[in-house]
Structures are given as structure tokens and as C-alpha cells.
């Protein structure tokens, strides 16, 4: 450290309680529990699990966060390098079958539910984003091949996958097809021994090439030969990067190689490969999965899931920049609060205007993680819930929540971060201090896995039309027969009360002109869409937070000694913060949605800048 | 480049045009040319020296930008490097006279109106955000001189520093004290010859040490022995880099050394230095400025203007990062826009959510530019009117503008970089690409210089009350006034009138509020302050969108020839889309600045985080 200096206060902390209400309040982890598929979890075991999580997060994991951003990564002669470190926390990761958690008992996962696998997710990237990334690629790539691979294909892979012995990725990205996967032209030619060869160039591959796990197993779209162009030509395939022989012993290696690793923003030790398949001119050995010309829709079943841990990420980000801030906060004194003694400089945690930014940064945070458990507890309710008209019901609703998980939150994650920044002052500048880093690593997040301008058109283009807008009828008049519980909660909820209603009529506005107009005019309906989203995302965070705080308040009022008072008492304390404070931003987007395109169209294409 | 990458877009094009446009319709320069002061100066002229800085900084400055960020800056031996690029742009700035052109004609200035100058901070700094910090520094230490220095001070020091042979510094902050500038401990030692001898470390000293002019002026806040505490003991001196002999030529090297420079988010090319004064043991030779204790006052006097040019900045790096943005989103091709043509690719600027992108950067762009200049304007009318009762009003103003100014743009700023990057999709989270560059350097703005915080705090705190609320209250009834305009400019005005009147009858209320509540509550007033100063920076971007649009209304009417049609017509479109789609948000900031500080004080001090 230079001389006098404040400390970097990166300390990790596993927000284990936070998180554990949100599962009991928001998420109904019991009634999950209940379910046939959960009949060996229950949530105390759950309780015990997210212990010893936290304790590896915060020993094994969180220490490598700066470390990584500090070295990065870098390649040569195709092979990757990063900080040793990452290595020893990747087995450590392995030898306590962490990844192994939610997936199928059959492939030697634990069976869990997947709201368990999404603390997995958030303790991981909250600890180390760029880290994170390895297990959380593997993870949708063990995801991808049980829901669409066939029995052989997953006796080999999948046991070693899940295990994270093995890591994978998703090759779709090429240089002319990035949020158009459909113009991607990389070549599979099919072989007579039922194999294919693959050709062609990938870019922003994630953990696309590095030496932690003993094999990779690359997922990569690609063309087959007199296929139909566009999307309805795609298929996927099973590219290993060592090929595996009979006895599931490693053989040869594959034909491909990273070519270099992009120079990034954030994630500097995530390395972010260009690959090149075919590279000797062989081609590299590739399985199909599934059947061809089916690629675009296995990896659209897959992404509502992935755009989850995607919008995990925002929270992740979130929670580590206001631990550090609220550290700093206390530590950091400068000039005199209202009310301090004179001659002292009073901690910075003293003034109004830090507080303002740590509540902020609080309330945001809470409310990502509810809707996010919320969204993962709905997935499992979809998939493994006896009654099908339950599951139908609730797999409409983890589709609806599913833009907004990942696009509001990971919007919100940048601006927090942000924040997190200024409450440090001319320290957050300093790279050493470490609150920048979480502004870079969470700039990605709005970007990839479909842009949260993507995310918008998904949620007006095909999650509104849904059921003829019922799906989205059927959440708003949930939140609204909310109200009524509200209306008998005491004096402490009424600002929550009201506010929540002014901005879920605003929202039923909204919706309702964008059914009306988003048909005959799809431009109008894009226009909106972005506003829409965040107004949504605003009003849905203010209804969970309203729930997380009245069961807060029914948990102290019964003398419940299962969670701090003062955590309790500051669910309720955020929750109206966010009412009266934040939630107005919701109605403030009416304008912007039901606007129409006309002004953004009446400019030139080379009109907008000198 | 690597392979099939579209290229980075970072051409940089003076956007003259806009800003004459503005000075015209906003800052009244016609006006300002009438004033005795500027009696040589003519728009006309001051249009053909917009030609010639716009040629300036496109062909010698904006070219050293990526440079700049690439190769950053080092330390050894005290000794402070900067890209070789750096120097030949200081050179070519010296040769050109461009420091001198607002400053007083008695000591080598041109003798143009201020508003000129926020001309030049504006296209230095969109131009090499990095760069134009060494010349922004010097420019502020020329003002402190020129105000407080005595006659001979003056004439060893400012004609030199006008012309930038010299640069200049201003040594505040300690870690001790950094927002808390009374808390600093540099002490200065009066010798018998009336000079001083200096002691002490300073941080963050912005171009404290480089290579790139013959000298540097260190302005230095220091404590002489037996001063009182805190900022009533703070004295400032001039301490030269190289102590200047009686005949003007450079004598010994002064007794301080810059020991290291920081390694930021961002600004790479700007040293920030940590600074020892008195290394050897002697002391560094400070000749006092003014009277002893004086210090904090002339820092005071000085930190308007010098707000004024912070601000600037968040309006430069928002003109950069649309310039970069919009020429992506001509040449990118990506899926296919409503109405296309099917089996290509649409540029992506005619989606509708890219246009919605741009838009937003386009009228905060306009709106910041209009603030800005109409602050500058108002300084000019303040110092240089003859009417005393002007004057006085002109600097009431413009004081209530500087921390909108300082505080709106510079987070305006932070958030239209990091939508630039979010426009280039993965692209713009590759440093290459150039976009990320934009968000990083934007970063500092909200900080330094006064954090926003302390903006806000200045508005609610000192600004509102000045006049018992009649600055303020001026303000809001001009702008009230200007509905009568807009009721009969024509339909195309109804809405930007209806949002308006609307979003200026909520700062009404919360100026109300806060006028009754401030003095009774400090802190409920400090914790609405940041809120309130976000909904002011909206209502007044709003209003002054709504008067560049009606005077574009008017030259297209007239059919005037002096501007492009098309440029024109965007004025109009920006100013109605900023009316219906982002100035609600003034609005919804009322709960907030109306809410008090009894939830923000409702958690204890450690209760923000795990």
C-alpha cells in the first residue's frame, strides 16, 4: 500500500441470511421441497448446504478475485494462461462436487433444485465474476446436453462434466453473426462413420481454451452442407477438445485452436477466446446433438435458463460493490456530519447523501435477488410440479420473468456498481482500491446472451402475445390482488400501499397500449419496448420487496430468533425506501413506451451526431 | 486488426455547427459581443475561429486519443513520461496561441468572451479527454493568479502560463483530506526574504510532474505555523518547478518531487501524481498568494468556473462516445429492421431500440450543451456588464447553474458512455474498439473537483437560500414565463408544453419543500439534495431543448441558409423526444427529495451489508 492511504476493503462476505429469506419468502423453498422430485432435500438440509457454500466461497474463491484482474490472461502457441490460483480453486471447486449440485443423481449430481443451483451462481460470480464464468459455461453446457444429447453422448460426457472435471462452452458467435446467430456460416461436413467435421472461425468464446479442467468440451453451432440458410440451418454439435476413446480414456487432440484472447474491459482473467476449428485443414471431429437444423431451437429452450444466470450476474456485482462501499463507508472519515462533534471528521457512513447511495445500492440488491429466486423457484415449479396445468402456469411465468431477470438486473448491476465507485470518492478512481473492477466485469452483462435490447423485443415481441397477454394479465392482477393484503399490514406499509398501486396501474397502461398498437405497428411496440422493460422490472422489484418486508414483519412480531432483528428491520426500511423513492421511476417511462417510433425514425440514419 | 472485426469508429468530427448554434440560440452571443469588454470581438469572428480550433483538435489533438489510453504513463526517478504524441499536440497548442484566446489581453490574451473558452474545454476534451487536462489545470491556475496574485507575480508567471509554455496545478488534496480540504497538514515555513518554505505530501495532483512544458506552477494549499485549524488556516502559494531568475530565465529546480503516478480506471495519459514537497529537507520555495489564511477563499472564488469546465467534460465524452456509436451503427449489419428488404442484413441503426440509444445521446448531448453555454454566457454577463444590477444578477445565476452544471452533466455523461458502448453490442466491451475507453474516462467527472454529492449538498445548502429562495425562484418563474411562448409556437410545441409545465411545477414543489424544511432539518434537507439536483439538471435541459428547437423553427421558417436543414430539424425532433420520454424522470424524483432522512438514518452504521 502507498503511504496513507485507506485500505482496498475487498473482504468478501457470503450474504448466506439474506439469501435464505428470500428462498423462504419469495421462493416458497418448502413447498419446492414438498415436491416428489425434492422428496430428499428439505430446507434445513438446504440451510446447511448454503453454509458450507459460503465458507468455500469466501475461503477458496473470493481471495482470487484481484489476483485475476490484475494478471489476466494471455495466450501462446494456443494455450491459455491464468493465474495459478485459478487452477487450485478450480480443483478445489471439483473435489467438493460444488457443480454437481442441482443436476440429475443419474450423472452424479446432487438433485437439488435449481433455486439452490442459482445461490451456486450468485455466491460464485459475487466472489470472483471472471472466475465464475468457467463453472457457469459448464454448467449450461451439462444443461444443454442432458435436455437435447442422447444416452451415449451423456454416459460419456455428462459424469465428468457435472463433476467439473471437464468444462464446456457455447461457440455461436462469429464475426458477421453476433445478436444475428443466423448468419453464421462455420461448416460441419458429415463423415460416413456418422461423425462430422467441423470448419470455421468462433469469437467471444468464454473458457473457450485453458488448462484448468483436464478436457473441454466445446458446444459449436455450424452449418451442414446444403442446409436452409438462416436460423432454420443450424445444428450443434459436440466438438471435445481431446477426443475420448472407448474406455472414456482421453485420445487425440482435436483440431482447433485459440487464436488469441480479446483484450477486454473487465473479466481480464476470463479469458474470451477466437477459435478456429479445422485450423490443420482436417477438420475438427464433431458429434451431432440431436438432429440437424435444430440447433437455433435447442438453444433457444436453453437460453430463458442461461439468461437467468446471466441476470444473476447484476446481483452478483451489486452485492460485492456495496459490501466493499459500505465497508469503506465506515472506515473512511471525512469532513462533519449534521450533529458531530466539532473537531472530529465524522465516518462517511454519517452523512445523508453516502447513506442515500448505500440504500440504494441495498434496496436494488434485495430486490434483484428476489425476483432472480423468484424466477429460478418458478423454473423448478415448472419442471418437476405433479400437475401439469401448474407446471404449463408456471413455465409462462419463468418466460415472462425471464427478460426482465436478466435485463433490468444486469442494467441495474452496472449502475450500482457505478455507485459504488462514487462512494469511494477519488479512491473509487484507483484500480488498486478494486470498486472500478465491478463496474468493468458487470459492463458485459447487458451485452451478451442476447442484449438487453434483445432481451426488451423478446418480452413485447413474444412473452406479451403469450396466452393473447393473459400470462402478463395474470402477474399484473397478482400484484394488484397484493393490494389487499397491504391494505391490513399497519401504518408502516401504507407509502408502500400506494406507491406500488400508482406504478402497477402505470404498468397495466403500458401493457395494455403496446397490446393494442405492438400488432398493426411492430415498430411502435420496439420503441417502447427498453422503457417497458425497466418500468416492469421497477414495479416488480417493489412488489417482492413489499412481500420480503411484511414477512420480515411477521417474523419479528413472532420473536423468530432465525434471523437478526436488525437484517429484519432493514428489509422493511428498504422497502419503503424503494416505494416512495425509487419505484416513481416506473410511471416516468409512460411517456417513453407509448410514444411510438415516429421520432426515433425522423431522423437521418447519419443524422444523430456531427 | 484481427480478422472480420468491423473496424473502431473513433474519427472524431468537431461538431461546430451544433455548438454555433447554441451560442446563438442559447448563450445570446450577440449579446455578449455588444458588451464594452468585447467590443473587438464579433460572432462572425468567433465563427471563424470555431473553423479553425474544430481543424485544430481534429488534426492535432483527437488523433493522440487511443495513443494516449494505450501507453498511458509512467515514473522513474521523479521523472514523469507521457506518450511522445503528447508533446508534439503541446507544442503545436503553444505555437497556436489556443490557451491565451479567452484570457486578459494585458498578459498575451486573445480577450474572447469566456463562453469561447467553454469552445475550447469542450473540443480538447472530446477531442483527448486524457490531454486536455494538462491545458484545463493551466487555464484554472492562470484564473487563481490573475485574481490573487499581486502585479509582480503576474508578470513573472501568467504570460508564460498563457501561453502554455508554463502549465499549472492546484495541490489540494491530502489522504487525510480529500473532500475535507481543512483537514490537509502541508506546512509552510515563512523565511526572512518573505518567501516560504513548503513541507508536505499531496495526491491526486492532476499533471503534477511532466515533461511537457519548460516549467510547472504548483498552486499549493498549505498551513503557515500557528494558523487556525480547518479551513479558516489555509493559505496558497506559488511553488515553481524551476525557480525563476530576476531576468525570466528558469533558475534552480525547486525542492519537490512527484513519487509515483496512480494507476486509474481510466485517464490513462493524465498523470496523477503523489507529490512530496520539501523532499531534500530544505523545503520547496512558495511565494504566498494574497493574504496568509486567505487560501480556502480564493479556492471558493475560483471552483465556478472550474465546475463549469468539469462539467464540460461529461458533455465531451457524451459528444465522443455518439460520434463513435453512431457511425457504428451506420456500418454494422445486424438481423433484419421492421420493413426490410428479407435475406439481408439491416444496418443496425434502423432498429428501433439502436435509434432509441442514439436519440437519448443526441438530446442529452444538445441539453448539456445548452446548459453549459448558457452558464458560461451568464459568467461573461456577470463579469463584464456595466450595469451593476446585471452583474450581480448575472452571478446570482450563474452560481445556482454550477453545480447542475458540474453534477447533472458529469453523471449524464457516465451513463451516455456506457450507453455508447451498449450501442457496438461485443464490441464495445473490446478496449480496441474504443468505446470502453469513453466509460472509463468519463468516471472521474462525477468526483473530483467537488464530488456530486457535494453539488447537491451546495445547491440545497448555499445556492437555494441565497436571496431567501430568489434566485431560485427567478429561475422557475422565466421558465413558467416561457409557456406563453410555446402556447402559440404551433402544434408540434403541445407536448414538449405539457411536460414541461408539468416536470417544472414538480421542481416548484420540491424547491417549496426543501425551503421549508432545510432549515429546520438539515440532514432532510441533505438527504432529497442529490434527487433535487437530478430533477433541476432535467427540468432545465428540457426548457432550454424547447428554446434551441423553437429558434431551429424559426431559421428553418425563415429559411435561413446558415445551418443545415437537417441539423435543424433535428433540434425539433431531439427537444420532443427529451420532452415525452426522459423528462418525466424530473418528476419522479419528487418522493424522493421529499422524503426526509429518517429512513436513510434508519440502519446502523454497519447494517447496509452482510
Known amino acids: 500500500m502507498r503511504r496513507g492511504y485507506p485500505a482496498a476493503m475487498s473482504d468478501f462476505r457470503s450474504p448466506t441470511d439474506d439469501i435464505r429469506l428470500v428462498l423462504r419468502e419469495i421462493s416458497d423453498i418448502e413447498g419446492i421441497c414438498d415436491l416428489p422430485a425434492f422428496e430428499h432435500v428439505d430446507p434445513d438440509t438446504i440451510d446447511g448446504v448454503l453454509d458450507e457454500l459460503g465458507r468455500f466461497v469466501s475461503e477458496v474463491v473470493a481471495p482470487t478475485n484481484r489476483i485475476g484482474d490484475e494478471q489476466g490472461c494471455s495466450v501462446a502457441d494456443g494455450v491459455v494462461t491464468v493465474p495459478d490460483e485459478f487452477k487450485k480453486a478450480w480443483d478445489q471447486y471439483v473435489a467438493a462436487g460444488w457443480g454437481a449440485i442441482s443436476q440429475d443423481p443419474d450423472y452424479g449430481g ?32 451439462v444443461d444443454a446436453l442432458h435436455t437435447f444429447a442422447d444416452e451415449g453422448q451423456k454416459e460419456v460426457f455428462l459424469p465428468r462434466m457435472v463433476s467439473a472435471e471437464w468444462s464446456g462452452t457455447m461457440n455461436l458467435t462469429e464475426p458477421q453473426a453476433g445478436s444475428d446467430v443466423g448468419a453464421l456460416t462455420t461448416k460441419a461436413v458429415p463423415r460416413d462413420d456418422g461423425t462430422y467435421r467441423i470448419f470455421g472461425s468462433k469469437i467471444f468464446i468464454t473458457f473457450g481454451e485453458h488448462e484448468l479442467a483436464e478436457n473441454i468440451i466445446q458446444l459449436v453451432l455450424a452449418r451442414t452442407p446444403d442446409s436452409p440458410p438462416g436460423t432454420k440451418g443450424i445444428s450443434l454439435f459436440i466438438v471435445p477438445k481431446f477426443l475420448v476413446d472407448d474406455d472414456g480414456s482421453l485420445g487425440e487432440r482435436n483440431d482447433y485452436m485459440c487464436l488469441s484472447v480479446e483484450h477486454k474491459l473487465g473479466l481480464h482473467a476470463s479469458p474470451t477466446c477466437v477459435m478456429s476449428y479445422g485450423e490443420s485443414g482436417d477438420g475438427a471431429v464433431g458429434y451431432l446433438v440431436g438432429e440437424e437444423n435444430q440447433g437455433m431451437r435447442y438453444m433457444f429452450k436453453m437460453m430463458n435458463n442461461a439468461r437467468l444466470g446471466v441476470g444473476v450476474e447484476g ?65 423448478d415449479v415448472a419442471r418437476h410440479h405433479p400437475d401439469p396445468d401448474v407446471c404449463l402456469a408456471a413455465s409462462e411465468r419463468a418466460e415472462l420473468l425471464t427478460p426482465i431477470s436478466k435485463a433490468w438486473c444486469t442494467d441495474i448491476g452496472v449502475e450500482m456498481a457505478s455507485l459504488g465507485i462514487q462512494v469511494h470518492g477519488g479512491y ?73 398501486a400508482d406504478s402497477v396501474a402505470a404498468l397495466a397502461e403500458a401493457t395494455q397500449w403496446l397490446m393494442a398498437n405492438g400488432l398493426d405497428n411492430p415498430n411502435d411496440a420496439l420503441a417502447g419496448a427498453t422503457p417497458y422493460l425497466r418500468m416492469f422490472g421497477q414495479v416488480v422489484g417493489g412488489w417482492l420487496l413489499a412481500r420480503l418486508a411484511l414477512g420480515s414483519r411477521r417474523r419479528l412480531d413472532a420473536g423468530e430468533a432465525h434471523f437478526e432483528t436488525g437484517m429484519l428491520e432493514g428489509k422493511i426500511v428498504a422497502a419503503r425506501f424503494y416505494a416512495e423513492q425509487l419505484l416513481p421511476i416506473a410511471r416516468a417511462q409512460l411517456g417513453a413506451v407509448t410514444a411510438g417510433a415516429d421520432d426515433l425514425f425522423a431522423l437521418a440514419a447519419d443524422g444523430f451526431s456531427a
Open 110 to 141: 446432487g438433485g437439488f433444485p435449481g433455486a439452490v443451483q442459482t445461490v451456486l451462481t450468485e455466491l460464485l460470480a459475487t466472489a470472483n465474476r471472471a472466475w465464475s464464468m468457467g463453472p457457469m459455461l459448464t454448467l449450461g453446457a
Open 428 to 500: 473509487g478512481y484507483i484500480e488498486e482500491t478494486g470498486a472500478a473492477q465491478h463496474l468493468r466485469d458487470a459492463r458485459i452483462s447487458p451485452i451478451y446472451e442476447g442484449t438487453n435490447g434483445i432481451q426488451a423485443m423478446d418480452l413485447v415481441g413474444r412473452k406479451l402475445p403469450m396466452r393473447a397477454g393473459a400470462v402478463m394479465g395474470d402477474l399484473i392482477a397478482e400484484i394488484r390482488a397484493f393490494d389487499a393484503v397491504l391494505a391490513v399490514a399497519g401504518d408502516e406499509f401504507d407509502s408502500i400501499r400506494s406507491n406500488l
Open 315 to 379: 446481483l452478483a456485482v451489486s452485492e460485492r460493490a456495496l459490501q466493499q462501499a459500505a465497508a469503506f463507508a465506515q472506515e473512511r472519515r471525512q469532513g462533519r456530519a449534521v450533529g458531530a462533534p466539532a473537531g472530529e471528521q465524522s465516518p462517511i457512513v454519517d452523512h445523508a447523501d453516502v447513506r442515500r447511495m448505500l440504500l440504494t445500492m441495498r434496496a436494488y440488491t434485495d430486490a434483484m435477488r428476489c425476483l432472480l429466486y423468484l424466477n429460478a423457484a418458478t423454473v
